[in-house]
């Protein structure tokens, strides 16, 4: 399994669009179960996401009343404005996004905010 910053921007979106209290687990019709429930994992290892986790054995990881922490918000305003995302993929690659530690990629948003803001 592989990060992926795409699968991660549209998570996140999705917890940000759902009312309080929302029970629903995260299902993206566009990407394999799988694929997602490893990056809602990763999310949550991290504190993006917040919620109880239930994970059995046979059963997929899954975060029951999911919602953004503050880092979520942030991490989601990085990756949601639509010029910077874009200027993010053109410096990186899928795999090198995937690869990259999030410090960098961090760090390589917000020099191009600072580089927007000159502009």
């Known amino acids: 399994m592989q990060r992926n910053f795409e699968i991660i921007r549209e998570i996140l ?29 990763l ?3 991290e504190g993006f996401v917040k919620g109880s986790v239930y994970s059995v054995f046979s059963s997929p990881f899954e975060v029951s009343n999911p919602e953004l922490s503050w880092n979520g918000h942030d991490l989601l305003n990085l990756l949601r404005n639509e010029t910077l995302w ?26 191009q905010v600072f580089n927007m803001l000159l502009e």
């Not at 410096?91 to 690869?99: K, V």
């Open 13 to 41: 979106e999705d917890l940000d669009a759902r009312p309080a209290n929302s029970k629903s687990p995260i299902k993206l019709d566009s990407y394999k179960p799988e694929d997602v429930e490893y990056n809602v994992k």
């Open 86 to 111: 874009n200027r993010l993929k053109k410096l990186f690659s899928s795999n090198e996004m995937a690869t990259l530690p999030l410090a960098a990629l961090l760090n390589a948003g917000s020099e």
């Open 43 to 45: 999310l949550y290892e």
